[in-house]
């Protein structure tokens, strides 16, 4: 008889009645939720054939709590630790700390809370403050977070396109906090992930398979690192308006829309996912990244050593680093079409 987590036993089906069969539960996984006869049970009939039994209400009734002591903590890390809880899936957050480090703690909270989504603080005293996520994992589809990454990076490299063609520097000036909003959306979406994984009642509300899940963690740890290379080109032409106004010629600035509008064609397949047109779009992003590198070597080849030459290895590279995270992108939905055509046939 199975005992506890992870053990398993053998049941035989029982027969009552012409068209009912009936299987006894463990009396041990019973009495841990706290069920008794004519509870209601959830049963789902699986892809793969398993059916899952749940107690209804067990979503309900069950809280992720975590807590940290700041006085024991290694120096400089309540915040590492305040998001490992969050992307983990903690729903309550309590923080203890000695009444003269409130002031330190105060100032890593409210940066923890600027990175996040859902998380406020409920309950604030002399020693300890506690922190309750009020977001339901289940409620924000993952695909509308991975549009809202996507739009902020579209619309920073728009910006930098302006800008190379004679456009105003100043529209880059909140690029700081598209960077940090496209950050945030990707720590909500590995939270949900990471909750789905473990919650089948969270995957069916969301409409996900576990395995889609992952690909869409993919998708979106491939855009942030897209927009850590287009706040990096923000943060170059901002500051260097004489060498980028109306230097639309520029080899690196000018592969940008060919780049923008492979994404953008990668973008719309995460729906309609046509192996055909996400592999032109990573096609077309290969022959980029073989044109910004030969592009390079000519740079290295042809110049000395100076300002120009760094300045423009440096955009040609984050340029060609675009490319590559955009084609890992197309690699993920080539995964999930593949994934949501396999079929298991019995041998």
Not at 110 to 138: K, P
Not at 270 to 288: F, G, W
Request: proline fraction near 4%; include cysteine.
């Amino acid at each position: 008889m199975a005992l506890g987590p992870g053990e398993h036993d053998v049941r035989k089906l029982q027969a009552t009645g012409g068209s009912t069969f009936t299987l006894s539960l463990p009396k041990p996984w019973v009495l841990d939720n706290n069920l008794a006869p004519r509870d209601s049970l959830r049963v789902d009939w699986r892809p793969s054939g398993a059916l899952r039994i749940t107690p209804l209400d067990i979503l309900q009734t069950l809280e992720k709590h975590t807590s940290f002591n700041y006085e024991k903590l290694p120096m400089d890390s309540l915040h590492d630790h305040l998001m490992g809880a969050y992307i983990s899936g903690a729903d309550v957050i309590r923080i203890s700390f000695a009444s003269e480090s409130r002031g330190n703690v105060g100032k890593i909270v409210r940066r923890f809370l600027r990175s996040t989504r859902g998380f406020e603080i409920v309950d604030e005293e002399e020693t300890y403050w506690s922190l309750r996520c009020l977001l339901n994992a289940g409620d924000m589809p993952l695909h509308a977070s991975l549009n809202r990454m996507y739009l902020q990076v579209s619309s920073l490299s728009r910006d930098i396109i302006g800008a190379f063609e004679g456009g105003e520097p100043d529209f880059l000036d909140d690029s700081e906090e598209r960077e940090s909003e496209v950050d945030a959306l990707l720590y909500l979406i590995e939270r949900q992930v990471r909750i789905l994984l473990d919650s089948h009642l969270v995957a069916t509300k969301l409409n996900l398979t576990r395995s889609q899940a992952i690909e869409y963690a993919n998708l979106a740890r491939s855009l942030e690192r897209m927009m850590d290379h287009v706040y990096t080109m923000a943060k170059f032409v901002h500051g260097n308006p004489d060498f980028v106004s109306g230097n639309q010629e520029f080899i690196p600035a000018s592969k940008l829309p060919r780049w923008q509008a492979s994404l953008k064609e990668l973008m719309i397949n995460i729906r309609t996912r046509d192996s055909v047109r996400i592999e032109v779009a990573r096609h077309e992003l290969k022959d980029l990244q073989i044109e910004l590198a030969a592009y390079e070597q000519a740079v290295v080849d042809r110049t000395q050593p100076n300002q120009w030459a760094a300045q423009s290895m440096r955009m040609s590279e984050s340029v060609r680093r675009l490319c590559a995270y955009s084609r890992d992108f197309g690699e993920s939905l080539l995964n999930m079409k593949i994934s949501a055509e396999t079929r298991d046939v019995r041998k």
